[in-house]
């Protein structure tokens, strides 16, 4: 919602929730592994399969691989990271967002057709790819190389990130600036604080699950990898869970819950990308014997819309997230619609956040989505079938 507008949120509003949280001109290393570090090395930052991987332990290493990263590579050179172990993964993420180069991370060796089309400099991987376009290394010989230190001072918006295009025909970069805006809000609106547990079923190479993971460690919570072949043995509860919409509804078979906790108290968080089925996911809930919290967004967007743990409707997508201004938008043109307190039946829905990478169709300065809408006068998002974007 625009705060010019006549703001559908002004009365209704989650307690504890911030609407406009504060978003430091600071890397994403600096606001999430690096303070937390200072303020509480000994805190457990990852639980995978090898171990246990501390704050204090995973700054000095994404600290150490970045300046063995510098050491081989110039600034904003491509790198794609190749590694099914998570601590592995992120360290080596957190070490390239230091060192400012541009990643892709994947937890599977990516087609030949996907590493052509990024066009890396260097591939760090855990054995050889066959017609690799860029020499291979692996994670051990580039932490156990000399390194470099950094000279001058970061930029907040290097790109850092590479992530799919909604089509899949191209890619969006994400900055410090657009990841440091996801950790700070998704941390504020899922309260996540030191001493909750997020299971993420799935690597933090999609949209979704990246920004749930710098959510948690901006807020010093502790993550849990459930997405590596053989996890750590599931705890009896957790706090939060996510993973996107297919993977949640593949929950409601028996097979689909293997590994889960026995309980998870404040619920399973869900990712689309539009229109979901509300039966199935009251069904889940009944499954699962929690919350389903929805939380739309797409790479070229970051979240955008989420259901509040303590604040939702089941057929609702759910309320804008903190720092994200949304406006109902003519789907004809994009122009901007006059909003009031009364319901929009049917607009196309517009973003205007630092979330946001830069790019797309943008009216008046609304970035066009494409997905349609119904909001109720309580700020409430009901998503419909997407329109084709025309350029005007």
């Known amino acids: 919602m625009s705060k010019g507008a006549l703001g559908l949120l002004a009365a209704y ?95 599977v060796t990516p087609s030949e057709q996907a590493l052509q089309a990024f066009q890396p400099e260097l591939i760090i991987a855990p054995q050889a790819i066959p017609g690799a376009p860029a020499p291979v290394v692996s994670f051990d010989e580039v932490e156990g190389s000399e390194g470099k230190s950094r000279e001058g001072r970061p930029d907040t918006r290097t790109p850092l990130m590479v992530l799919p295009t909604p089509d899949g025909r191209g890619e969006v970069q994400h900055s410090h600036r ?98 979901f089925s509300a039966s199935r996911r009251m069904r889940l809930a009944r499954r699962l014997g929690c919350d389903v919290l929805t939380l739309f967004g797409r790479s070229d967007l970051g979240p955008v819309l989420a259901a509040h743990p303590s604040w939702y409707l089941s057929d609702a997508a759910g309320i804008p997230m903190p720092n994200v201004d949304l406006r109902p938008l003519n789907p004809a043109d994009g122009s901007p619609l006059n909003i009031g307190w009364e319901v929009v039946e049917r607009a196309e829905i517009g973003v205007k956040s630092p979330l946001a990478p830069a790019g797309g169709i943008a009216v008046q300065g609304w970035l066009r989505t494409g997905i349609m809408a119904e909001v109720d006068p309580t700020g409430f998002y009901f998503l419909h079938s997407p329109t084709p974007l025309r350029a005007v």
């Not at 700054?59 to 050491?71: F, G, V, Y």
């Not at 050179?77 to 060192?99: C, K, N, Q, T, Y």
């Open 178 to 275: 657009s990841l440091v805006a996801s950790a700070v809000s998704v941390g504020r609106f899922y309260m996540l604080a030191e001493e909750i547990t997020l299971l993420m079923l799935e690597p933090p190479t999609r949209w979704y699950t990246l920004a749930m993971m710098l959510g948690a460690l901006q807020r010093g919570a502790t993550l849990l990898a459930g997405w590596e072949e053989n996890p750590p043995a599931p705890r009896e509860w957790v706090d939060y869970a996510a993973c996107g919409w297919d993977r949640a509804g593949r929950m409601l078979d028996e097979a689909g819950t293997a590994g889960l906790p026995k309980r998870i108290a404040a619920g399973l968080i869900a990712a689309i990308e539009g229109p």
């Open 13 to 107: 509003w989650p307690e504890d929730t911030p609407r406009y949280a504060h978003i430091p001109l600071k890397t994403i290393g600096d606001i999430t592994i690096y303070e937390q570090a200072t303020a509480a090395a000994d805190r457990a930052a990852l639980v995978s399969a090898s171990g246990t991987l501390t704050y204090g332990v995973l700054a000095e290493r994404a600290r150490h691989l970045a300046d063995c990263l510098r050491a081989r590579v110039k600034r904003a050179s491509r790198v794609a990271i190749v590694e099914p172990d998570a601590a592995r993964m992120l360290i080596a993420a957190f070490g390239a967002f230091d060192a400012e180069v541009l990643i892709f991370l994947s937890e």
